[in-house]
């Protein structure tokens, strides 16, 4: 199996704590799976997500120890994405790592201009062009029918739900490798999370999907391979099923069936 | 039970009086402006360029079109000066400076709002004005040294308001930029300027307020001359100017139609402060 993301004795604190928030992690990614990373709150599965396209640097003071590893389309050559330095490196990162967020986050313009934001910011100029990846991208997110009418209307009309497909829709405009999913769901109601899973099982076909969740059910609907953290430590890896079903440590027992959390 | 409704009074009491005396000043200067009114009507009176006092020391031709010109250039030197300045400091102050940077900064910013405007006046007017005038020729006292200092008072005002209005885009909207591939310009371009627009004018428009109301200072440094001005650095007079310089040997209908000018600046100030709440009160739906 190819790979797509590779951790290895990763460790992430942040400014002015002096205990690191996750602890030596060691965690495979495969390219063209559903990765999901639960646990209970604090136990530092976003700051894993969000170190895999350095959004935390953002925020200076961030300290990033051990590696990980970025691998290319065919799983073979890596690069360690915590060396690079230059703001155009971390473009690129982020241009081949999407992110969705836990809240729908449109930009305040209007829904073409959404879409078209990555591709332009990518360089991309030609007008048809953008508007045919704009297309594909919405056809793509299951959000094309409902707003092909009023591409130009503002997308802070549109209901949370198409909000948070639009964001998938203009992050998978960009063609990405990996997109990471900050509880995407957690803020919509049941029928839009069922429309953004599937879309999330769709999308498995063209990228990778490396998804942090509360919603255990989520987690095995939708997932491949399953890491259980707490407390800054990968406490288990496995099949999904194997982590639901059979799992060999007994804090992810506890978890999974609802001890504490 | 006694002091509830004491307190309930006391409140009561208190907001009526804001608009009894909003109301009262309005009446006043109606009453006192009729005369001029009566005499020069509307549009004559602001397209009027002179200001005859009559040999009797009572009559006269007065008209207001120089003092509202004086006004309004002077502002709107003020805000060419201190629009660009002051978003500059706002952009660095939320996204660029250093965590340890901004709050001395801000408290920086917020300081020199405190400064009273007398000592604007004196400074422009012992060393920035013969320095403009070092620069561009024409008088030291004008509209162009008026306008640039009434520009530096505002712009602590205007930078601390903007600063307020981008600090409130949501961080995970900035994130979302980045995470895009957005570079520190584009997100500032493309989401905190948008997001916090509403906000930035309301801060202009507020700060252009001011400008349009500032006495002390600009009374030290436009010149205070009643002359059309014929370039940026010809001293001229504001309607504030005016009314302070002239008040004390003013004759009836002199002091009527400075009356008249002072209800022009009311209601010029009262419609730019009306637009910026209008801004601030859509900015919250």
């Known amino acids: 199996m190819k790979l797509a993301i590779q951790t290895k004795d990763f460790s992430f604190t942040y400014p002015k704590t002096k205990e690191a928030t996750l602890k030596g992690i060691n965690i495979p990614i495969y390219a063209n799976k559903v990765t999901a990373l639960i646990g209970p709150s604090g136990c530092g599965k976003s700051t894993l997500l969000r170190s895999c396209n350095r959004i935390h640097d953002v925020y200076p003071g961030n300290l990033y120890d051990g590696e990980i590893l970025l691998y290319d389309n065919n799983g073979e050559k890596a690069e360690n994405i915590l060396q690079y330095k230059k703001e155009n490196d971390l473009i690129n990162l982020r241009q081949r790592i999407g992110m969705i967020f ?49 591409l130009n209307n503002s997308a802070m009309g549109l209901s949370g739900g198409q909000q948070q497909r639009l964001c998938i829709a203009r992050a998978v405009a960009l063609k990405p490798q990996v997109l990471l999913f900050d509880e995407p769901t957690s803020a919509l109601d049941p029928i839009s999370t069922a429309s953004i899973e599937e879309l999330i099982s769709e999308l498995k076909n063209e990228l990778t999907v490396l998804i942090v969740t509360h919603n255990m059910q989520q987690a095995s609907r939708i997932s491949d391979y399953t890491g259980f953290m707490y407390l800054g430590d990968l406490v288990e890896y496995d099949v999904t099923e194997t982590i639901f079903l059979n799992p060999k440590e007994k804090k992810t027992e506890d978890y999974i069936t609802g001890r504490f959390g | 039970m006694l002091f509830n409704r004491f307190f309930r009074g006391l409140s009561h009491t208190s907001a009526w009086l804001v608009l009894t005396i909003l109301f009262a000043i309005i009446i006043v200067l109606f009453h006192y402006s009729k005369s001029a009114i009566g005499d020069f009507g509307f549009f004559h009176f602001i397209t009027n360029s002179k200001w005859i006092v009559g040999n009797d020391g009572n009559g006269g031709n ?42 001395p900064v801000g408290i920086a910013v917020e300081l020199l709002a405190a400064i009273p405007s007398i000592i604007y006046g004196m400074w422009g007017l012992f060393y920035f004005g013969p320095l403009l005038q070092s620069w561009f020729g024409g008088q030291s006292n004008s509209l162009l040294t008026a306008g640039v200092v009434l520009g530096i008072m505002v712009i602590p005002f205007m930078a601390a308001l903007s600063r307020d209005a981008m600090n409130t885009t949501p961080s995970v909207l900035v994130e979302s930029a980045y995470s895009m591939g957005a570079t520190r310009y584009e997100v500032i371009k493309d989401i ?76 010029i100030s009262f419609f730019t402060i009306t637009i910026a709440k209008f801004y601030f009160l859509r900015k919250t739906d």
């Open chain 1, 102 to 150: 836990q809240k729908p986050t449109p930009f305040p313009m209007s829904i073409k201009d959404n879409i078209t934001y990555g591709l332009k910011l990518s360089g991309i100029k030609n007008k048809t062009e953008l508007l045919d990846r704009a297309e594909i991208a919405l056809k793509g997110a299951a959000l094309w029918e409902e707003v092909k009418d009023r």
């Open chain 2, 62 to 103: 007065f008209g207001g079109l120089i003092p509202i010109l004086g006004t309004f250039l002077s502002s709107l030197i003020a805000m060419v000066f201190a629009i660009p300045i002051a978003m500059g400091i706002a952009i660095f102050l939320t996204e660029i400076a250093p965590e340890f940077l901004k709050a």
């Open chain 2, 192 to 267: 905190v300027f948008p997001f916090a627009k509403k906000g930035i004018i309301g801060s202009v428009i507020l700060s252009l307020g001011r400008a349009l109301g500032e006495t002390m200072a600009v009374a030290f440094l436009i010149g205070g001359v009643f002359r059309f001005p014929n370039s940026l650095t010809s001293a001229t007079i504001s309607i504030p100017v005016l009314i302070a310089n002239n008040f004390g040997e003013a004759g009836n209908l002199q002091l009527s139609a400075m009356f008249y000018m002072a209800l022009i600046l009311f209601i």
